[in-house]
């Protein structure tokens, strides 16, 4: 006799006001297997995923555990079968320490604090010397004393998961883990998940990345519009065959562009120096150039100073020491609204702190850099049919899947999120675009789109500086790329002479005309 799938769903089927999300979906999840779940922006995954976890109700349609049907109706129910699931954004608490998050949920008594009394101390103790068996069990790096707010985000992932196997998760559900880490973390997911697997613990992984389903994953199968429209292997399938069942047409993976015409520096820094949260330098003297129809594209590896040089150039984060130029204009203490008025736009990092109003329609937040100028307003009164013509036209523009113009931004899909504010940014008029991971959480034909889009807003005259953790999508768009390594610009390449390679070693602080005198810098201007 065969074993009866770990999990299996079928006919599972969800609606919400104006979408149907999940429309009778099946999918069988064996023991111990990395079962890839890849979709298009809105296709119903992370609906889906919800609803094993408890989190929704479906309409319609069974849950079966190891061969017996369940209900699970919220988290802890879930939790009780053997599930655990690490979100698309994460549900970590900041200022409690990697033991406490852990605890909150499980021991409700104690989670709040670990002051919390005699009781409290020994729960706290118990939870934390538990943390470093399974940290050892699993070679899961994770220290339950740090606080929460001073971890890495591969590290607060990795709190994630051990969240789920303290709680002897079974069935390990991870939305869109490798979203937020980079390739190194990554690899070593892909390793705790492989290892994970080997001990019996099946894995639904969610990502838009082909590269690591053919990487990690036993079975893959793929949604579409609230359906499954196929399940494979890595053996039998091809990267371009998934990109094009995904999304339903044929996908370019590759990029064709003409050379760049640079103009005028747009942007330009000046030995700038920049404190981190702790008042450490994060940025050191900085000299570069963003010139008038080129794409900068800035390579390291996450955590050498990118984020807060790009907070540093949007106003959220002060200016320590050096200059810097937008246009002939220096920047001087300016807030956010005043340097998004000389013409910056600038998706952030963080959509979800930074990008987003969550709780305002779509049509707000396509506006909510310009509500207050024409034709979104005249004088004082706000322009309603101006403001939901944008909206008409920028949903059909990038494809933003919603049921309405009026829908609140926070039930929208991860991606279309994304691509809610890509399409303001892109829809105002701007001359520099300061784009930190701007295609994180994109399926790949949104990609596809948003790439070839930025080199045409390049072409038009933008200066684009470009972050990304993503050392494909910097080689593939960049005009030059700059490499950061320890807060420092460690050297500057014409793309065209930039092999992967070389870059990689620069990320990792190898080579540099910071660090080898022999070589020249190759910033002229
Ligand atoms: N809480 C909610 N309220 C209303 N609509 C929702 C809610 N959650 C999801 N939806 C809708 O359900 C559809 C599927 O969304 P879901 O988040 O499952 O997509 P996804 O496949 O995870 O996409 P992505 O790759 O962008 O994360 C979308 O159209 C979304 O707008
Ligand atoms: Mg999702």
């Not at 981190?276 to 994060?282: E, F, H, I, S, T």
Request: proline share 4%; net charge negative.
């Amino acid at each position: 006799m065969t074993k009866p799938p770990a999990l299996e769903a079928r006919g599972i089927t969800k609606a919400f006001p104006g979408v149907l999300a999940n429309d009778h979906v099946d999918l069988r999840l064996a023991q111990g297997e990395i079962h890839a779940l890849l979709g298009e922006n809105g296709a119903g995954k992370t609906t889906l995923m919800n609803i094993l976890y408890g989190l929704y109700q479906q309409d319609e349609g069974q849950v079966f555990i190891g061969g017996q049907e369940v209900d699970i109706h919220s988290p802890n129910e879930a939790i009780a079968h053997g599930i655990g699931m690490v979100h698309q954004h994460f549900m970590l608490i900041p200022v409690m320490t990697v033991a406490e998050n852990i605890m909150l949920g499980v021991e409700p008594r104690t989670a709040r604090s670990r002051w919390l009394g005699f009781i409290g101390q020994l729960d706290y103790r118990r939870v934390e010397s538990r943390v470093r068996e399974l940290s050892s069990q699993h070679s899961l790096e994770v220290d339950p004393t740090a606080l929460v707010q001073t971890l890495s985000v591969g590290a607060q992932q990795r709190v994630e998961i051990m969240k789920a196997l303290y709680r002897q998760a079974r069935i390990l559900i991870l939305d869109e883990p490798t979203a937020v880490l980079t390739p190194q973390e990554s690899e070593e997911l892909f390793q705790i998940m492989r290892s994970l697997a080997e001990r019996g613990t099946s894995i639904i992984f969610i990502t838009h990345k082909l590269k690591e389903v053919f990487a990690v994953a036993d079975r893959i199968t793929v949604m579409r519009n609230g359906q499954v429209v196929g399940s494979t292997t890595p053996e039998q399938a091809t990267e371009q065959q998934l990109a094009s069942m995904m999304v339903g047409r044929e996908v370019l993976l590759r990029l064709s562009k003409a050379p760049a015409h640079p103009k005028e520096a747009v942007l330009s820094l000046e030995n700038l120096s920049v404190n981190d949260d702790r008042g450490q330098k994060a940025v050191r003297e900085v000299t570069l150039r963003v010139r008038a129809g080129e794409i900068l594209g800035i390579a390291g590896v996450q955590g050498n100073g990118q984020t807060e040089l790009v907070e540093a150039l949007t106003g959220l984060r002060p200016i320590a020491l050096g200059q810097v130029r937008i246009g002939e204009k220096t920047l001087k203490e300016t807030s956010p609204r005043q340097i998004m008025e000389q013409g910056v736009g600038h998706i952030p990092e963080d959509r979800q702190k930074r990008g987003l109003v969550l709780r305002y329609s779509v049509e707000d937040n396509l506006v909510l850099c310009t509500y207050y100028q024409r034709p979104f307003a005249k004088g004082l009164i706000i322009q309603h049919e101006a403001i939901e013509e944008n909206a008409r036209r920028l949903i059909e523009e990038f494809d933003i899947r919603t049921p309405s113009a009026r829908t609140p931004a926070g039930t929208l899909s991860g991606g279309n999120q994304q691509k809610v504010i890509v399409a303001r940014e892109l829809s105002r008029p701007i001359k520099l675009l300061i784009a930190a991971q701007p295609t994180r959480g994109l399926d790949v034909g949104s990609i596809e789109f948003l790439h070839r889009r930025l080199i045409e807003q390049r072409d038009a005259g933008y200066a684009v500086l470009l972050v990304s953790a993503e050392l494909d999508e910097i080689l593939a768009l960049s005009d030059r790329i700059a490499v950061m390594y320890k807060g420092e610009i460690i050297d500057t390449l014409p793309a065209e002479q930039a092999t992967r390679e070389e870059i990689g070693l620069l990320m990792a602080g190898v080579g540099g005309h910071k660090t080898s005198p022999a070589r020249q810098p190759v910033e002229v201007n």
